[in-house]
């Protein structure tokens, strides 16, 4: 099939989750794909669409073609333009490129067009559905976005969710009629369990460390601020317990801001964003990882990929009960549920101080689960499937 993949953020840019890995994938498997991009962040100018074959990230030997629309730089008050300098060029290639048809990640800056577009052109559009755009962060745009997430999961041909939750607030916030699935999300297990080295000494790190660590975008709603109060009588108590946050995010300064004010500066670790090729190691560096997300409708509907890559990488995972993880991961799988991001840590750190072995067992049982269910195979086949329902 020839195949376009559209998204509102920067293919070369973003942290490498299955935005990447579906597409490239896929190309692996000899479709022709095509991946049309927002280029944030950039600071490239140009007042033409530029095209290039490009190697894949997560997956080197794939090879597919990223179209970047005009851009002055991809600086953050641009997005409010995008809509309108990204229109003629998404326009041109849906009504011209051939494609049997597209799979649309966006939702304000290329979305809603993409589906007025792709309906005019005869191209069929797979939304699919990883999170709650209008809910991720908070603008003066949040209506509008609203409104442009309810046009695309009533006008899509076909919406594939990462999860039940997620299935059920598309249906619900549009009031669709036309078809749903379910699709989950394909993890990399080779790629986590392959040899890594270590990476404690580098943060000065010690062996015998208590070591709790986060992985992912220090969202408002990621639960670190609250983390960081909770940890610290902990810390109080027995001196060898660390956090390691591994990314970046709008809760950065607030929490090394924090960390110094709970006097926790040499304590609380951050590494910044670390390349998708050292990911393994450093999750390895952890004795558990957590997910402290806040339960709101936007974390209960969605999957975090972070809680199947530390079950893929063997690291104990402890996270908040959301409704859209539960759901697929139940209680079968090795994770440990908490209310909270206050009793996640709390649960985490009483885990870190258990015996080796038993975390062992649980990080046993987290990679028989996630290569039973997450497989690759098994995952790009299904989607594979469901694009070609439509396709």
Known sequence: MRLLFIHEVNYEAKVIYEMHEF???????????????????????????????????????????????????????????????????????IRHGGYDAIVLYAVPTTGWQTVAFARRAGVPVIFRALDVSHAIRETPF????????????????????????????CVTASARRGPVSVDLPPVDLEHFERAAKPVRSRYGLRDDDRVIAYMGSFFEFSGLDLVIPAIAPL??????????????GTLDQR?????????????????????????PEHLRAADVAINPFLPLQVTHVA?????LQYMAAGVPAVSTSLDGLRGVLGDDSGVTW????????????????QDAELRASISARQRAFVDA???????????????????
């Open 235 to 248: 810390m109080a108590r027995d001196e060898r317990l660390r956090l390691l946050l591994i990314g970046g």
């Open 142 to 169: 949040n209506a509008l976005i609203r409104r442009a997430e309810k046009y695309v999961y009533r006008n899509a041909d076909l919406i594939s969710a990462n999860n039940p939750a997620m299935a059920d607030y």
């Open 303 to 307: 999957f975090p990929h972070k809680v």
């Open 23 to 93: 597409p490239e994938l896929l190309a692996l498997r000899g479709h022709d794909v095509t991946f049309f991009h927002y280029p944030e962040g950039s600071g490239r100018r140009s007042a033409r669409t530029r095209r290039e074959r490009i190697a894949g990230r997560a997956y080197s030997n794939a090879r597919l073609e990223l179209i970047t629309p005009p851009t002055f730089g991809g600086a953050p008050a641009e997005r409010v333009l995008a809509p309108l300098i990204d229109a003629p060029a998404l326009r041109r290639e």
């Open 255 to 279: 929490l090394r801001d924090l960390a110094e004010h709970h006097g926790l500066s040499d304590r609380i670790i951050f590494t910044g964003v670390v390349p998708y090729a050292e990911l």
């Open 373 to 391: 269910t997450f497989s690759l195979d098994l995952a790009v086949s299904g989607f594979e499937r469901t694009i070609g329902s439509v396709g």
């Open 338 to 353: 908490a209310d909270g991001p206050q009793t996640v840590i709390e649960a985490a750190v009483s885990l870190a101080e």
